[in-house]
């Protein structure tokens, strides 16, 4: 069970669990609402991709099923409410949270498992309004429950007034003289008709007092069900057997002479024969030359270090089969449901998950990045420092290197650091990793970003570490540098 409290327009999340697909009316959702909520008649509406879905609670309800169309990915969810007795239209709104729904391992077929569509709003609402009250208790039943003893027969009978006792005979009277006949009564006058009753109100006029806005022909189209969902993609059919290699191809003609470096020089702008051109070439004497920074560049030993990474991977490859990985990171459309709960992060607004975190920084993970961990400006403005808690423990040895891949805008020292693995779970474990790197205890890593406009990977050596089971963890800084980092792997071999 989900529960949430909301709270003027805001919602806010008071218990979480993870969410599969595939489920058919087993997810509940509870809300608790502030006392301004109370009066409404509230709905709670879900958005993915290009549908929606409605769950109407009515002014009591606390309670909806989650519905069953939605699928694996992010899900969009709000509640609106309405005051019917007021008639100038108030409506009450909250801004959307993120729910993401994870891939569930359920195959099946759809033939005998259809998914029940979520009635509409409109539908909701009539069922809302035409539901009876349950039917009272009969009188029988009532009297059993104050003390009544017996049948529904002898309860009946029980009402019967008891004969009166037998009185003493009197004495016969004389005979009366016989009364005379009396006389007729008049014909009462005829009753009155009633008042007609009047017309109940119409199906789009009970929509309108219930908030609807718009025309009836605008109603009646929106009584329209949404188009279905496309349907499961069928499985890809077995490999055919390999082909016969075919005839190599004749020798292609010689490619045409390539334009000389003075001819585009002067396609750039260089105006000048070409011994001019070659004459400019020269450099002139180094003196009194401004200092140019370089500080945004690798060094040559730097540069170096990246050759002989690229020959340690390279031969690594080559021998793959003794090669595997330990990957904390990896940016991809899943990202979010594959790491959302096992990274964590520390910023000015304290410790959050990696799916929490990104509800209120949007281009920290996204689809525009590809789903890399991106040190942005548009949420972190200037030099904002944000750090990254990896949960998930990995047990090193001194053989091992930390792979990144990564773009970085300028070349600058970087805070990396292993801390030893703890009982801890959660927010909890994330409070500890922080608060181990603040104290000093952590094992901090000798590593630099290398300035880079496209994505590169470098290794990390582990050579100075001692074994054992840590966690890693590192910040980010949206100044020069603003890093965006694709995957974190420890690679043994």
């Not at 470096?261 to 401004?290: M, N, Q, R």
């Not at 209120?360 to 590809?370: K, R, T």
């Not at 750090?387 to 970087?414: D, N």
């Amino acid at each position: 069970m989900l529960k949430f409290l909301v709270r003027q327009q805001k919602i806010e999340i008071l218990e979480r669990e993870i969410i599969a697909s595939d489920q058919i009316a087993f997810v509940t959702l509870k809300f608790t609402f502030d006392g301004d909520w109370k009066k409404f008649h509230k709905v709670v509406q879900f958005t993915q991709c290009d549908e929606t879905y409605n769950r109407v609670l009515g002014t009591d309800g606390l309670s909806c099923l989650l519905p069953a169309e939605l699928h694996a990915g992010a899900v969009k969810m709000s509640v609106f409410g309405y005051d019917a007795e007021n008639t100038e239209g108030l409506r009450a709104t909250t801004v959307p949270i993120t729910l993401n729904i994870r891939q569930s391992g359920f195959v099946g077929d759809d033939d005998n498992s259809p998914i029940p569509p979520t009635p509409d709003l409109y539908t909701q609402l009539l069922q809302k309004i035409s539901e009876k009250g349950k039917d009272g208790k009969s009188a029988y039943q009532i009297a059993t429950e104050n003390g009544f003893v017996g049948t529904e027969t002898e309860w009946l009978e029980s009402l019967r007034g008891s004969d009166g006792r037998d009185g003493v005979d009197g004495k016969d009277g004389a005979d009366g003289a016989p009364g005379q006949d009396g006389i007729d009564g008049q014909n009462g006058a005829n009753g009155q008709d009633g008042v007609n009753g009047s017309d109940g109100k119409s199906a789009y006029e009970i929509a309108v007092a219930n908030g609807f806005i718009g025309t009836e022909s605008e109603w009646l189209e929106s009584l329209k069900g949404s188009d279905g969902r496309d349907g499961v993609d069928g499985k890809d059919g077995a490999d055919g057997l390999p082909g016969k290699d075919g005839i190599d191809g004749e020798p292609g003609a010689d490619g045409t002479d390539g334009k000389s470096a003075y001819i585009i020089a002067v396609e750039h702008g260089f105006t000048g024969t070409e011994a001019e051109w070659l004459a400019s070439l020269k450099g002139t004497d180094g003196k009194d030359t401004p200092e140019v920074d370089l500080s945004n560049y690798a060094t040559k030993d730097e540069l170096q270090k990246i050759e002989e990474n690229a020959v340690y991977l390279e031969n690594l490859i080559k021998n793959s089969t003794s090669v595997s990985y330990t990957v904390l990171f990896e940016a991809s459309a899943d990202a979010l449901t594959d790491y959302g709960e096992n990274i964590y992060t520390y910023y000015n607004d304290g410790y959050r998950s990696l799916v929490g975190f990104v509800e209120s920084y949007s281009h920290f993970c996204c689809a525009e990045n590809d789903f890399a961990l991106y040190f942005n400006q548009n949420d972190f403005s200037w030099a904002g420092s944000v750090f990254v808690l990896c949960l998930t423990p990995v047990v090193l040895t001194s053989s091992m290197h930390l792979i990144l891949s990564y773009t970085v805008g300028a070349s600058q020292e970087a805070e990396f650091y292993l801390v030893k693995k703890i009982d801890k779970t959660g927010s909890e474990l994330a409070q500890y990793i922080y608060e181990e790197v603040q104290a000093g205890n952590a094992v901090a890593l000798s590593f630099k970003w290398l300035y880079s406009d496209t994505f590169i990977s470098v290794m990390q050596s582990l050579e100075n570490v001692p074994d054992g089971e840590y966690y890693l963890a590192f910040k980010g800084t949206s100044d020069n540098s603003h890093p965006m980092i694709k995957s974190i792997k420890f690679m043994k071999g």
